[in-house]
């Protein structure tokens, strides 16, 4: 926490992207190891237009080789790819979303992930009480093995509290759910 408060001070950048072993070897490329997912939703600051704003995100995403076309496609289209690039896509709650590739553990990946970041902050997007993130982890290298499943849910059970406490916005004043 001192460290970040030191760098706003100074005016540098309060977060610092690690792109270098993140989640520590546990989706690393090579057999056996897992894929992530990531969905960034996000509105549109007050006083931006938010038709230009979303054309304008999908073109720079396109421009930059992330997505296959500009425009903002239909929810959940990125399952009917595969997952194998990015997708901008609508959403009923908010004003769009940014949904990964299967990704892993590479500088690359989280370099991408930080172009679509800083092409939806430079357009106008925004974090909002309604928007939120969400994180997929593959399961696939648990195989048939019902102990790991069994330890898995373990431990999302033990620690079910405060991973919602950890994901909820306060100034929300509830939770958005777990649908």
């Known amino acids: 926490i001192d460290d970040v408060k030191r760098r706003k001070r100074r005016g540098e950048t309060v977060l610092v992207a690690k792109t270098e ?3 520590d070897g546990i989706c690393a ?6 894929g992530f997912g990531i969905e960034i939703e996000f509105d549109i600051k007050e006083g931006v237009d938010h038709q230009a704003a979303l054309q304008k995100i999908g073109e720079e995403l396109h421009a930059a080789g992330l997505t296959n076309g500009s425009e903002q496609r239909y929810y959940h ?3 009917e790819d595969g997952w194998n690039s990015w997708s901008f896509e609508q959403d009923c709650t908010v004003a769009g979303e940014i949904v990964s590739p299967i990704m892993r553990d590479t500088p690359e990946d989280w370099e991408q992930l930080t172009k679509v970041i800083d092409i939806v902050n430079r357009n106008g997007g925004t974090a909002s009480t309604k928007a939120g993130s969400h994180v997929s982890i593959s399961s696939g290298s ?3 093995s019902t102990a790991k499943h069994a330890e898995l849910i373990r431990t999302l059970t033990d620690y079910k ?3 919602f406490r950890a994901a909820s916005d306060p100034s ?3 939770h958005r759910g777990i649908g």
């Open 21 to 23: 072993n993140v989640t």
């Open 29 to 34: 490329p090579g057999a056996g190891n897992r």
């Open 77 to 79: 289209s990125a399952q």
């Open 142 to 144: 648990f195989g048939t």
């Open 161 to 163: 509290k405060p991973m």
């Open 172 to 174: 929300r004043g509830s």
